[in-house]
T-cell receptor, first 114, second 109 residues
Framework: DVKVTQSSRYLVKRTGEKVFLECVQD?????MFWYRQDPGLGLRLIYF???????EKGDIPEGYSVSREKKERFSLILESASTNQTSMYLC?????????????FGPGTRLTVL | KNEVEQSPQNLTAQEGEFITINCSYS?????LHWLQQHPGGGIVSLFM???GKKKHGRLIATINIQEKHSSLHITASHPRDSAVYIC???????????FGKGTLLTVNP
């Protein structure tokens, strides 16, 4: 079974802090994703990575950056957290970078920025 | 950009009832996914459809490509089926998915 883990289930940070969200997958998947989920909105893609050190911006990359130094680990970075980044953050991975492939999701990190 | 609409937004049922959740989209697709999210939990993939019908236990998913519509059915619903059900669509060889807002299902004992 694919397992995707995220470093924290709940996180509270102050405005202006630098925040790191970590995601690790154990199935040797090339492709990893960061989404945010807000009430009344569908999941929205922040960033996608298709290989080590390779990334693509998603639909809402503003205010975020990512790092993929090892195949199994994909980090989301909030350079200077703001209250409008309070959200649920979900990481996912997939074997192939096509819409027909299954994405495997982590448990999510609920981030609150005060 | 594909528009994905799910209905209903909220659904309450009694244990044992037959449940139907609907998903409509605006642009032709290669794949439609049904996902399940339990309260406070991560998301689990239930089905991927490109045509026809799939069945897994008490869950059945159908898709009508011409009408741009899919349904997720749950037979003999149970309180453990209570969750948010999310429809997501993707087109071509692109990895990107467009997600619906989800349907919150509550099954009472």
């Amino acid at each position: 079974d694919v397992k995707v883990t995220q470093s924290s289930r709940y996180l509270v940070k102050r405005t202006g802090e630098k925040v790191f969200l970590e995601c690790v997958q154990d199935m040797d998947h090339e492709n990893m994703f960061w989404y945010r989920q807000d009430p009344g909105l569908g999941l929205r893609l922040i960033y996608f990575s298709y290989d080590v050190k390779m990334k693509e911006k998603g639909d809402i990359p503003e205010g975020y950056s990512v790092s993929r130094e090892k195949k199994e680990r994909f980090s989301l970075i909030l350079e200077s957290a703001s209250t409008n980044q309070t959200s649920m953050y979900l990481c996912a991975s997939s074997l192939f970078a096509v819409s027909t492939d299954t994405q495997y999701f982590g448990p999510g990190t609920r981030l609150t920025v005060l | 950009k594909n528009e994905v609409e799910q209905s209903p937004q909220n659904l309450t049922a009694q244990e044992g009832e037959f449940i139907t959740i609907n998903c409509s989209y605006s642009v032709g697709i290669s794949a439609l996914h049904w996902l399940q999210q339990h309260p406070g939990g991560g998301i689990v993939s239930l089905f991927m459809l490109s045509s026809g019908k799939k069945k897994h236990g008490r869950l059945i998913a159908t898709i009508n490509i011409q009408e741009k519509h899919s349904s997720l059915h749950i037979t003999a619903s149970h309180p453990r089926d209570s969750a948010v059900y999310i429809c997501a669509v993707g087109g071509g060889s692109n990895y990107k998915l467009t997600f619906g807002k989800g349907t919150l299902l509550t099954v009472n004992p």
